[in-house]
C-alpha cells in the first residue's frame, strides 16, 4: 500500500463526507449525529483552505483514505496562534499507518502556516485516537466528562496538546503577526 498526502480540493468533498459518515453513525469521536453531505464538505473544505489552513488528504491510489486538517481553535484574535485538529481514516484502511502519516503531515503543515499549539478534542475519549496523538508527541492536558450523549452513552471528551515550531519559548514573528492582526 502506497499512500500519498496532499492538499484536499472540492472534488475530495465525497470521498470525505463518506468517510465522515462512517463515524458520525457508528463511532463516537465526533458528536455530530447526522453525516453532513457533500455539499457541506465542499464549503468545510473551501472555507479552510482559503484561510490559508491545511486540509489534507491521504490518498492510496485515486481512492482517499483519510483526511486530516487544522482550524484556528476559537475565533478570538489572541487564539491566531493555536489550532485545533481533526483527521479521520476510512473504517477500511485503520490501523494501516494511515492516520500516522496524515497527522505527521499535517503537524509540519500547521507550523508552516505559522500555528505555535496545536490542540486535538477527542470525542468519546477514543483509544485509538489517544494513541495515535500520543505516538506523535501529544500530551494529555485534560478530561472533561459528559460532554457528549451518544450511543446511548455519556462521552468524555479527551484534550491532548503538542507545541508547533518555538512553542511558547518565543513571541511568533512579526511577519505572522502582522499577517494576522
Not at 464538505?41 to 491521504?58: C, K, N, Y
Not at 500530551?139 to 503538542?162: C, D, F, H, T
Request: with cysteine.
Amino acid at each position: 500500500m502506497t499512500i500519498a498526502i496532499r492538499s484536499a480540493v472540492p472534488k475530495d468533498a465525497a470521498a470525505v463526507a463518506g468517510i465522515y459518515a462512517h463515524h458520525v453513525l457508528y463511532g463516537t469521536a465526533t458528536y455530530e449525529l447526522v453525516p453532513p453531505s457533500e455539499v457541506d464538505f465542499e464549503t468545510r473544505i473551501g472555507a479552510i483552505t482559503e484561510r490559508g489552513w491545511p486540509f489534507l488528504v491521504a490518498c492510496e491510489g485515486q481512492d482517499v483514505a483519510g483526511y486530516a486538517y487544522a482550524t484556528q481553535f476559537r475565533d478570538r484574535p489572541a487564539y491566531a496562534y493555536a489550532c485545533e485538529n481533526g483527521i479521520y481514516v476510512a473504517h477500511d484502511r485503520r490501523g494501516l499507518g494511515v492516520g500516522r502519516l496524515l497527522l505527521t503531515a499535517l503537524l509540519a503543515a500547521a507550523e508552516d502556516y505559522g500555528f505555535r499549539q496545536m490542540v486535538a478534542v477527542i470525542g468519546g475519549a477514543e483509544p485509538a485516537s489517544i494513541a495515535l496523538h500520543r505516538a506523535c508527541g501529544f500530551g494529555e492536558v485534560g478530561r472533561m466528562p459528559g460532554m457528549g450523549w451518544k450511543a446511548n452513552r455519556w462521552l468524555e471528551s479527551v484534550y491532548m496538546q503538542i507545541a508547533l515550531g518555538g512553542g511558547i519559548a518565543t513571541p511568533p514573528s512579526a511577519r505572522v503577526r502582522e499577517d494576522r492582526a
